[in-house]
């Protein structure tokens, strides 16, 4: 697998942490709601198909990514910093 | 003259004898054959023993499929098993051995199982061995006191104990098309991609080049095809732009044409050059991949089609040609389809005598009565091979007629004299990278094959193309022109036609005839290696298994070293027809990476052994040159204890731990991890990141801090110092150092971009060293210039500037050992310079230089917590740790940690323990309430950390154990059945040591 880091260019998968499923939205640092917390903390979308993760290149620039991977053909459909916001913005 | 060798031809180097031992018996070959030629030319026809029933086998293949003949090859001390003798390449010196046979190939007492094919019929396993309900072998436990027995007399071969000395390596490699096979495809293929300018790979898991092309026979631009195939490949090499990688099997496809591929680099020669990997790993990224693996020739099953001396034709034919060596002088053939007729033609021509070709067809064509003619062999159409006979090498064969419409076998039974039989069943590509890649494969009904797709777009990350008998073009011209118009398209050209290699080779149809099976009397083999035979796949249908993946795991066919490379498609094709339906509908498996064996120490390649990376500290070259005995931690190397002669571990650090405690020690910190934390918004994050405050902490000031996981569990202690307002300098353990590292950049890219903030790791920029004791403070003041150190200028804490020798230095009071102590930071490359000045310093005051063990023991004299009690299961309560946790403020971690289950009492929470039978405690070991050495029960929780506390004078430990605060006080004891220590204890506070702190304090 490449993925392609936006400041180091297409590098092997080797050098990459993955950091999960990017879709995960963290509750304001204040809240009680536990569900809430729960989804964040636990659940995990696991499509077949396309998927938003964050990457880590960890091996490289440090920098984390925010990936859109297929799942099933392992083909990565975008990158870009994941710095851009939180909030995962579907395929970008 | 040995035996079977022809007294001319072949392709080996006659002049070159090669000596070696199989079974402790001396043979000698020649330069360029294999194990398997080599005893073939010495008259060897038995070379194992079967997987289940211990039947003689020989020879069947003369390749990579090869599933009888599996050796072990020794290197002194070191044996590996299973290889076939097929792929071998002898060398002087070679020492192989046979395998599954006790006490000798010849006579096998296991072939004693023969005679139980009923009870060892396919799910043997699973019908065998219920255990009865009750008693002392119920259940599972009969399987487990017969698996011991069973393991041994089933099976392969032995694998060995010894470490392997062996070097290997790994490399990556970039291409434009990679070229997998080396047949008149491939290297058609190569040589174009290369002609167009592209960058090629071309890979063989042979030693030589031109695969097929090495044996057929066959003429090519008017020369020997072996010519023109090593014309060809002398042009590639004089190519700067083509790679060749013989003895390289491509094992994996995986995504983005990603190719994993094993160069076997020494293992053909008596010793490796200086230098030389044994073998080397090759991650291939290849623009595009031609896939030219050729096809295997199928068995035929039929009763004692596995006796020695029954073999595929164009193995056959390729020991006589490629080898000079003949497998039989009386050879009969058995077919399905035409290509066996050039077999016999060719072995004829090598010089043996074809006495019969049975071909289950009751019409042939003219052009193959004109072979049959000129083998010189009586043609039997319309007949099968209904027996062999003889015992561990073939005498004879009983063949009988045959309709091929309906499988029925009729009239007189008729015997032939022969040494050999030759088998062909029809080919099979080699498509398991394809399959490996995602594609699927299809049969087709002409070719009686599974065909690779079309590459597809549903994979869009994998671009193959295929060329030759891979595509179940068979024949060497489609081969050549298939070739080169995969290797130009590969390369992103146009094909320009041009005049193409001209191919004289004998004529044939590539369909066989849908026959796979002579139903007779007598056990018929499917899997050869794994003993599988055509009754066992029936027996699993009768059963009920009708999908062919349950079909493969209850009979295990094709589950074996050889994956199935022979088996796959005759079992499949007597399943179809078990449950009458086509194969078609039948389909197949899926083929799996990797195609053939690969050795773990490949995959592991530089990550063991000398080229793993290693970490050393500043003061690392001291440490040794003053006797420290070192330990390894991580990819660190820190001092484990610094002993004096003929002292024991434990003298050593009950020496250096009470030295520190009574004046003064001293010990190398530099591994701790350290992160410059540094911006406006530094103090915020902080406070994020830890369970307590830190904006309120002043500059020049440390503190000690705790950070959680999101889910509310500990994550990592350590002291954070604020050099300045918006500078911070964190400490991390050692081991957690990278995961914390991470941990922040994640939170500080994904979750708060907007907090202006930068984490730098620093651990390798700074060398630290922690001194302690009651004299540490008179050490300091006697060698630290620019500041004082009093309690006024330096309190618990505190943080001053320095000079230690001439070098800048940062000091910090803060405490681990629970004396009063200071960690004295410097310029890493100043580390040893700092160091020896400190301990110049201490000399006066008996400072002892201190390790690991003696820094164990004194945090847990103190009851401080490392990364074995943050074990990740832990909570800060469990730890005691709760006063950390800040109400004025949300952390990571907070809003889950106050779930139920992380708050309740029964928890496993640190405590102390006392050895109250004065022995030393392990960890690991459980804790009890009541003992029971037979039956251990209901443990309460386990040991952490142990040591012998110079200060308590006893043996101690640090355990998490349930409800454990609760328990300070009261009796219990230790269970540790793997060690036998067993023993009471009494359980107490963590904090063994000076509870109160008046030490670090005072």
């Given at each position: 697998m490449l993925i392609t880091c936006p400041y180091c260019g297409p590098r092997d998968v080797i050098e990459f942490t993955y950091q999960g499923d990017g879709n995960r939205e963290r509750p304001q640092p204040a809240s009680q709601d536990l569900d809430a917390w729960n989804a964040y903390v636990y659940d995990r979308l696991n499509p077949a198909g396309d998927h938003n993760e964050i990457w880590q290149h960890s091996g490289g620039c440090r920098s984390h990514l925010r990936v859109v991977r297929n799942t099933i053909t392992h083909e990565i459909l975008s990158t870009e910093f994941a710095r851009g916001g939180h909030k995962a913005g579907g395929r970008s | 003259m040995s035996p079977r060798r022809a007294e001319a031809g072949g392709r080996i180097d006659r002049l070159r004898t090669i000596r070696f031992t199989f079974d402790g018996a001396p043979y000698t070959g020649h330069a360029g054959d294999t194990l398997a030629s080599a005893l073939l030319a010495n008259g060897v026809t038995l070379f194992g023993r079967s997987f289940k029933y211990h039947r003689p086998r020989g020879l069947l293949a003369a390749g990579v499929e090869e599933p009888n003949a599996l050796v072990t090859v020794l290197r002194g001390e070191v044996r590996e098993p299973n290889i076939a003798a097929t792929m071998v390449e002898i060398y002087d010196g070679l020492v192989a051995v046979s395998q599954n046979r006790t006490p000798s190939l010849a006579w096998d007492i296991g072939a004693i199982n023969q005679l139980g094919g009923k009870i060892l019929s396919a799910g043997f396993y699973y019908k065998t061995f219920m255990g009865p309900v009750i008693g002392p072998l119920k259940g599972t436990r009969f399987w487990m006191f017969c698996e011991h027995f069973i393991r041994r007399a089933a099976g392969l071969?032995?694998?060995?104990?010894?470490?392997?000395?062996?070097?290997?390596?790994?490399?990556?490699?970039?291409?434009?098309?990679?070229?997998?096979?080396s047949g008149p495809a491939g290297l058609m293929a190569a040589k174009a991609a290369a002609d167009q300018g592209a960058r090629v790979i071309l890979a063989d898991l042979e030693a030589g080049f031109g695969g097929s092309a090495n044996w057929s026979g066959e003429t090519i631009d008017g020369m020997q095809a072996a010519d023109w195939a090593q014309r060809i490949v002398g042009q590639l090499e004089g190519n700067d732009n083509v790679r060749l990688l013989p003895r390289t099997t491509v094992w994996g496809y995986y995504d983005g044409n990603t190719l994993a591929a094993l160069e076997r680099v020494t293992d053909h020669k008596e010793a490796a050059a200086k230098g030389e990997p044994r073998q080397r790993y090759w991650a291939i990224r290849a623009g595009t991949v031609v896939l030219a693996t050729g096809a295997f020739e199928r068995p035929l099953v039929f009763p004692g089609n596995d006796r020695p001396g029954v073999m595929l034709a164009h193995a056959a034919e390729r020991y006589a040609y490629e080898y000079g060596v003949l497998p039989g002088q009386r050879i009969a053939l058995f077919t399905n389809n035409d290509s066996a007729y050039a077999s016999a033609v060719a072995l004829k021509k090598a010089g043996a005598a074809v006495v019969a070709i049975v071909d289950v067809r009751s019409d042939v064509t003219g052009d193959m009565r004109r072979l049959a003619s000129e083998a010189e062999a009586e043609l039997l159409t319309g007949h099968a091979v209904i027996a062999t006979e003889g015992g561990k090498a073939l005498s004879g064969l009983k063949v009988q007629r045959f309709d091929a419409m309906s499988g029925a076998l009729s009239g007189d039974e008729r015997s032939i004299h022969a040494d050999c039989l030759l088998m062909s069943g029809g080919w099979s590509p080699t498509i398991h990278l394809a399959s490996q890649a995602g594609a699927k494969a299809e049969w087709d009904p002409a070719r009686q094959a599974f065909l690779p797709p079309k590459p597809t777009q549903r994979w869009p990350n994998q671009h193959w193309i295929g060329a030759g008998a891979f595509t179940g073009a068979f024949s060497t011209a489609e081969a050549i022109a298939e070739g080169r118009a995969a290797g130009v398209s590969a390369a992103g050209g146009t094909a320009t036609p041009i005049a193409l290699p001209v191919v004289e080779a004998a004529?044939?149809?590539?369909?066989?005839?849908?026959?796979?099976?002579?139903?007779?009397?007598?056990?018929?083999?499917?899997?050869?290696?794994?003993?599988?035979?055509?009754?066992?796949?029936?027996?699993?249908?009768?059963?009920?298994?009708v999908s062919v993946e349950h079909l493969k795991r209850y009979t295990t066919l094709g589950m074996a070293t050889d994956q199935g490379k022979n088996s796959n498609v005759p079992g499949l094709a007597i399943m179809a027809e078990a449950l009458g339906k086509p194969i078609l509908e039948v389909g197949t498996t899926r083929f799996r990476a990797p195609y053939t064996a690969v050795s773990i120490g490949s995959l592991a390649a530089e990550r063991f052994g000398d080229l793993k990376p290693e970490r050393l500290t500043p003061m690392h070259d001291w440490h040794i040159a003053n006797g420290a005995r070192m330990y390894s931690a991580g990819l660190w190397y820190r001092p484990m204890i610094y002993g004096h002669a003929g002292e024991t571990v434990e003298q050593a650090y009950v020496?250096?731990?009470?030295?520190?405690?009574?004046?003064?020690?001293?010990?190398?910190?530099?591994?701790?991890?350290?992160?410059?934390?540094?911006?406006?918004?530094?103090?915020?994050?902080l406070d994020r990141v830890y369970t307590n405050m830190f904006s309120t902490l002043a500059v020049g000031k440390a503190r000690y801090g705790l950070m959680l996981r999101e889910d509310g569990l500990a994550f990592d202690d350590g002291t954070t110092w604020r050099l300045g307002e918006q500078e911070f300098l964190m400490t991390t353990t050692t081991a957690n150092a990278g995961k914390v590292m991470q941990h922040l950049e994640y939170f500080l890219d994904v979750i708060w971009p907007e907090l202006k903030v930068t984490v730098t790791s620093v651990t390798d920029e700074w060398a630290g060293a922690?001194?302690?004791?009651p004299n540490a403070r008179a050490i300091l003041a006697s060698c630290v210039k620019g500041t004082a150190v009093d309690n006024a200028t330096l309190p618990f804490m505190g943080i001053v500037h320095g000079e230690i020798a001439g070098v800048p230095v940062m000091i910090c009071r803060l405490s681990f050992s629970g004396e009063m102590a200071f960690e004295v930071y410097s310029g890493a490359g100043y580390g040893t310079h700092v160091w020896e000045a400190l301990i110049e310093a201490g000399k006066p005051f008996g400072l002892v230089t201190y390790g690991l063990e003696a820094l164990g023991t004194m945090r847990i004299e103190k009851g401080h917590v490392t990364g074995a009690e943050i074990d990740g299961r832990t909570t800060a309560r469990d730890l005691h740790l709760d006063w950390m946790l800040s109400k004025k403020k949300p952390f990571i971690g907070s809003a889950m940690m106050d779930r139920e289950g992380l708050v309740a009492n029964d928890r496993l929470q640190l405590v102390g323990l006392i050895a109250l039978d004065n022995r030393p405690l392990n960890g690991g070991g459980h804790v009890v309430e009541q003992l029971d050495e037979e039956n251990p029960h209901d443990s309460l929780g386990h040991i952490t950390a142990c040591c012998y506390s110079p200060a308590l004078g006893q043996y101690i430990a640090l355990a998490l154990v349930k409800g454990g605060k609760a328990r300070h006080g009261t009796r219990a004891f230790v269970s540790d059945p793997l060690r036998d220590r067993f023993g009471p204890v009494e359980i107490v506070s963590n904090h063994f040591y000076d509870p109160d702190g008046s030490r670090m304090h005072g």
């Open positions: - | 071969g032995r694998a060995g104990t010894a470490p392997d000395p062996a070097r290997y390596e790994r490399m990556n490699a970039f291409c434009d098309v990679l070229v997998v096979g004529p044939g149809d590539p369909d066989p005839a849908p026959v796979f099976e002579i139903k007779a009397k007598g056990k018929s083999f499917v899997d050869f290696q794994h003993d599988v035979t055509a009754e066992d796949v029936r027996l699993a249908h009768r059963e009920g298994f020496r250096e731990a009470k030295a520190t405690r009574e004046s003064a020690g001293i010990v190398d910190v530099s591994t701790l991890g350290k992160i410059a934390v540094q911006g406006p918004d530094a103090a915020e994050f922690a001194i302690g004791g």
